[in-house]
């Protein structure tokens, strides 16, 4: 009988072969599998919804079964103080920085501190936008499924990871000059498929508390509140 988890790890196996180039692969294409195997898991975790909800329902998978320290909740502090004005000066992020990695990065509850003991009711949905689940779906998977190029936030590759990180898997940034200087986030193939095999994980014990197996709908009811929604 076959999991999730070995479906998973066989297309990993795929997706790797391919970022190292083999039938003439890139890492677009081993991203666009791992990303839709994750789609796929989702479009099977909850009951049918009526109106499209793609983003929601990736984005609550990824933090559902998210596992250190392949932490998807976790806000990316360089591109939320690019973007955000409001931000910048509360992260304290250098412009002149030479390189950042995954370690400048925090958790909600910490940046949400820095918006005093009031904070706007909206504050986590406009954080979590910066999330790695959400930057995964919005800037890397769809950016990939629908131009195969991720958008300008994201680099496809950082040619300096292998140099100055330990960590050759985790997150880092990418600097670019594009009109202004701006930082890219860069996830590996590794990573994101870490990610697919947490989920694939979490999909098996679903399955294995509710009796299913793998490809069958679990029947699960949506939260009331999705989490990027702020749940």
Same mark, same amino acid.
């Given at each position: ?34 990303? =839709? ?12 919804a009526r109106q499209r909800q793609d983003r929601k329902r990736f984005v609550e998978i ?37 390189? !950042? =990695? ?44 629908? =131009? !195969?190029?991720? =958008? ?20 880092? !940034? ?46 699960l009811n949506p939260p009331s509140t999705w989490w990027i929604d702020g749940a």
């Amino acid at each position: 009988m076959s999991t999730y988890i070995i479906w998973i790890k066989e297309r990993r196996e795929l997706a790797e072969a391919l970022n190292q180039g083999r039938c003439g692969g890139t890492f677009a294409d081993g991203v666009i599998i791992l990303c =839709t195997c994750i789609c796929a898991m989702a479009s099977l975790l909850w009951i049918e919804a009526r109106q499209r909800q793609d983003r929601k329902r990736f984005v609550e998978i990824v933090t559902r079964f998210s596992n250190p320290p392949h932490d998807t909740k976790k806000i990316s502090v360089p591109l939320l103080a690019q973007e955000e004005i409001d931000w910048r000066q509360r992260l304290n992020v250098s412009n002149i920085a030479f390189r !950042y =990695t995954g370690t400048i990065d925090r958790d909600e509850s910490e940046i949400v501190a820095l918006g005093g003991p009031t904070p706007h009711p909206d504050i986590r949905k406009t954080i979590r936008r910066y999330s790695y689940a959400n930057i995964l779906y919005t800037d890397v998977r769809s950016g990939f499924a629908h =131009t !195969y190029m991720p =958008t300008d936030r994201v680099a496809s590759a950082d040619p300096l990871r292998g140099i100055f990180d330990r960590d050759t898997l985790g997150i880092s !940034y990418v600097n670019r000059l594009h009109e202004r200087k701006m930082r890219q986030i860069n996830f590996s193939l590794e990573w994101i498929a870490a990610v697919a095999e947490n989920v694939a994980s979490g999909m098996d014990a679903e399955c294995n508390r509710g009796n299913k197996y793998i490809g069958e709908n679990l029947g699960l009811n949506p939260p009331s509140t999705w989490w990027i929604d702020g749940a």
